[in-house]
């Protein structure tokens, strides 16, 4: 098993920033990708940004593109999103996952394993 563990939550402003982080142990040899999603009140869980920790390219969903970053560090087995420019539509729950399989990382079914989640609001 693979544990998730997230953190970096708040309460932002809209036009400022967040960084979040999330830190896998347990069975990580296993993991081959790590992503972020999010799930805002009445909406279904959308995909936020893939890492392959094979150095292919990074995935962003269209919301997201050149505002937030994916990175992170695999001997840690850490990945990091930093969220710049926030709107009050970015309020969401924002979940860590992450993949033994390295195709479709956009789709939330690729991912086995899944943080619990933190609150990220954005207010006008």
């Known amino acids: 098993q693979v544990q998730l563990d997230e953190s970096g939550g708040g309460l932002v402003q809209a036009g400022g920033s967040l960084r979040l982080s999330c830190a896998a142990s347990?069975?990580?040899?296993?993991?081959?990708?790590m992503g972020w999603f999010r799930q805002a009140p009445g909406q279904d869980r959308e995909f936020v940004a893939a890492l392959p920790w094979s150095g292919a390219a990074l995935s962003y969903g269209d919301s997201v593109k050149g505002r937030f970053t994916i990175s992170g560090d695999n001997a840690k087995n850490t990945v990091y999103l930093q969220m710049n420019t926030l709107k009050p539509e970015d309020t969401a729950v924002y979940y860590c996952a992450a993949s033994r399989n390295p195709v479709g990382l956009t789709s939330r079914v690729t991912f086995a394993y899944w943080g619990q989640g933190t609150q990220v609001t954005v207010s006008s």
């Open positions: 347990g069975r990580t040899f296993s993991i081959v990708a």
